[in-house]
Structures are given as C-alpha cells and as structure tokens.
C-alpha cells in the first residue's frame, strides 16, 4: 500500500522537545522529496520544511529556523522532524508529504499526504 505513516506525536511542556517520525511504504522513496507540514485550529497549513532524496533541507518558515531539523534514512524509508524548544504557537497536526520537489506549495492531486500527528505544547 501507498503510504505515509506519521507517529510520535504527544503533549510536552513549552521548551521541550519531540521527534516525529514519517514511514513510508510502496513507493520507490529515492524519488521523491519529503516535507513537514502543520495545520493548526483555525489557522492555514504551513510548510514546515523539506528534504530532498540528495538529503538536502529547505525550511519554509523562520519561526523553526535553529529549533527544528529534518533528516532521513533513505535505506529505512524514514524522515525524521526534531522539535526542539517547543513553543504553544506550534501546536499543530503535523504530516508529512511526499512531493516531486520541495517547493512547500500546496498540490494535493500531486502529493501524497499521511493522516498526521497532533503535537500539544503547554504553556
């Protein structure tokens, strides 16, 4: 099957840290960039970053510059999202997103999304 599977979401206090993990199955992974994205209550989603199969990372909002880092392991089919000193504002469900590049633009009939994993930050 077609999949993105997101985990290790939760709830963690304001500075802590998470590490979300994407696994993805049937499809040739090498092939295509993968990014984080968020959507908060209310709010639009928001490109959190990307990394490329080279293992290039473009990040697409400055509020996670220096906090969050992107990696992969493309013989394990994983990306990994490292939250640290976690905020409130980045309360979201986080999904990755299997793209052709990493433009961080919003193609749904392209993409290939996962369900997501909610991330609460207490203040």
């Known amino acids: 099957e077609v999949q993105l599977v997101e985990s290790g979401g939760g709830l963690v206090q304001a500075g802590g840290s998470l590490r979300l993990s994407c696994a993805a199955s049937?499809?040739?992974?090498?092939?295509?960039?993968i990014g984080w994205w968020r959507q908060a209550p209310g709010k639009e989603r928001e490109g959190v970053g990307c990394?490329?199969?080279?293992?290039?990372?473009?990040n697409y909002t400055n509020s996670v510059k220096g906090r969050f880092t992107i990696a992969s392991d493309n013989a394990k089919r994983m990306v990994w999202l490292q939250m640290n000193s976690l905020k409130p504002e980045d309360t979201a469900v986080y999904y990755c997103?299997?793209?052709?590049?990493?433009?961080?633009?919003?193609?749904?009939?392209?993409?290939?999304w996962g369900r997501g994993t909610q991330v609460t930050v207490s203040s």
């Open positions: 997103v299997a793209d052709d590049d990493c433009s961080g633009n919003y193609y749904p009939r392209r993409q290939l």
């Open positions: 049937g499809f040739s992974f090498d092939d295509y960039s």
């Open positions: 990394i490329m199969p080279s293992g290039y990372v473009t």
